[in-house]
């Protein structure tokens, strides 16, 4: 993982008693902002914090072809998915229209356990 790269904000705080009172300021509050958004950056961002997206893990029923209700936390209807993962060679696929809530989905073969981001 890429770490946050500080600004040099801090390095210039032990000129606090050279500098004007509002540089002074300035410095300060960047400094402060810089040490959120690398608290933040260091800890990690994952592709959903960036997009609209949830990742769903959905296990196949042991009937192949057989529609399966699976729940979502997405907030909002689909309008698609895409496999990220699968147990075993499969094809996941759309069988009824999405719901806010819920995942209407078929697979070729039965138990598959599948990772599918949503967006």
Do not use: W
Not at 22 to 38: A, G, P, T
Not at 64 to 81: A, C
Not at 83 to 89: A, F, G
Request: charged share 20%.
């Amino acid at each position: 993982m890429t770490t946050y790269k500080k600004s040099t904000f801090s390095s210039l705080v032990r000129l606090y008693q050279t500098i004007r009172p509002f540089d002074r300021d300035l410095l300060k509050i960047l400094n402060e902002k810089d040490e959120n958004v690398s608290s933040i950056l260091d800890a990690g961002i994952s592709f959903t914090d960036n997009v609209d997206c949830d990742l769903v893990t959905y296990t196949s029923n042991g009937t192949p072809n057989t529609e399966d209700t699976v729940g979502h936390s997405l907030g909002k209807v689909p309008t698609g998915i895409i496999p990220v993962s699968l147990d075993k060679p499969a094809v996941v696929y759309k069988s009824n229209t999405f719901s806010a809530s819920n995942l209407f989905l078929k697979c070729n073969v039965a138990s598959t356990t599948a990772t599918l981001l949503i967006f």
